[in-house]
């Protein structure tokens, strides 16, 4: 408990009952400062700095709204819970839109919530600071780039890149699609002795046989009907530097066969020309598809696969690394509200939940699509969950509950509860107060339950308004 004595909770209220019966609720953790009026809030938030504020909505002649909005515009780094037992639910609606993480109702029965409510905010607040602490590590060590993320398998990566980078090995990056591959392969070239020459770039699938030939070998003027003119290839282009061959699965086995001997011999020659040429390209390959199936299948060639084989780099979907879910997200909506001219939109609560809980079958780069609509379409200074794509709700909508005759006891009532809970919440449009009377369950373990079972209250309750 001692380490939390340094977040400092500001409380504003114009009830004295009120204000006194939270901080002596939240001395014992955390340092609390507070205040019974706007004007008192203000001063205090410009001496020192918080790391949560709990307003009232309804203070004597003015609007605790008015502060909420003052705070996560001057404040960006200040949460804030808003409580009330005065305010219309248009008010607690607008009140989270605007940028409150939680809403209490007042009176507050259970004081035990507002710890369970501050240490949930700040849990989130230090899992933020602790992935920019990280972030910057790399940066130290590494040239990063475009590649966002620190959960586990990208810092498995990243320590993998800072060995081999510098070393001229042929390197296959396998990954579903949309998972990043050509951004990690750039970031092998931008941390390589090669850096200042180019990394030339081509995906292999999209092209015919006879053009992808063409262009990576290059061509003599009168190869074929529309040859007016010499052509360099790629792997002229990229002699010295880096040639990246994206769905490198995609070419013919005929092909295959030229590609092996450029990669062990270095030499190519152009369609139509009569002489070998050399390149020094550095080799990057990538997939999305199961490589060692395709050779069993005699899609691909073993002995091609084995030269490109050297060191594989596996980058994980996302799904299997959600933790880099709300860094994603904030590189992405700086990225479109920069681009938009939107600056200062951040993402709700309510928003954070339904991207960490959705599958993202497209990966990172579904994720960024899906940022970049909410952007364009966000009406308020915070993104709401109608601003996202239909079909991320839809899928929610159409999950079910799996079979739980698949499961063990323990799993299946687990999944059961978490359903169940969910079905409840759908039905009181978030109301944890008729929840808890409904289910016989008393809030407190409901609020534990939620955070168990990553569910998210607020999401229930923007859909209950938004319908």
Known sequence: MAENRKHRILVVDDSAETLEMLQTQLQTDYQVNTAKSIRDARNLLEKQTFHVAIVDLVLAGESGL?????????????????????????????????????????????????????????????????????????HKELDVG??????????????????????????????????????????????????????????????????????????????????WRDKVGYFQEASDGTLFLDEITETSLSFQVKLLKVIETGLFRQVGGDHDQHSDARI??????????????????????????????????????????RLLTNAFVKEFTEKYHKEGLTVSPAVMSILLNYDWKGNVRELRNSIEHAVILAEHSVVQPEDLPDSISQQKKSAGMPNLTDMKWSQAKEEFTRQYLIELFEKTGGNISSVAQISGIPRENIYRKCKQYSIDPAIFRYRETSQ
């Open 146 to 227: 475009a590649i966002v993320g620190n959960s586990p398998p990208i810092q498995n990566i990243m320590q993998k890149i800072q060995k081999i980078a510098k070393l001229d090995t042929i390197v296959l990056i396998t990954g579903d699609t949309g998972v990043g591959k050509s951004v990690f392969a750039e970031l092998i070239h931008r941390n390589s002795p090669r850096k200042m020459k180019k990394f030339v770039s081509v995906n292999c699938g999209s092209l015919t046989e006879t053009l992808l030939e063409s262009l990576l070998f290059g061509h003599k003027k009168g190869a074929f009907t529309d040859a």
């Open 284 to 325: 990057i390959a990538a997939t999305n598809k199961d490589i060692k199936s395709q050779v069993e299948q005699n899609l691909f060639r073993e002995d091609l696969f084995y030269r490109l084989n050297v060191i594989n780099i596996e980058i994980p979907p996302l799904k299997e690394r959600k933790d880099d879910i």
């Open 66 to 138: 008015d502060l909420i909005e003052e705070i996560k515009k001057n404040k960006p780094y200040t949460s804030v819970i808003a409580i009330s037992g005065q305010a219309t639910i248009e008010h607690a609606v607008t009140a989270m839109k605007i940028g409150a993480s939680e809403f209490i109702v007042k009176p507050i029965r259970n004081l035990d919530l507002v710890n369970i409510q501050v240490e949930k905010i700040l849990q989130n607040q230090w899992l933020i600071e602790e992935n920019q602490r990280l972030n910057e590590l790399i």
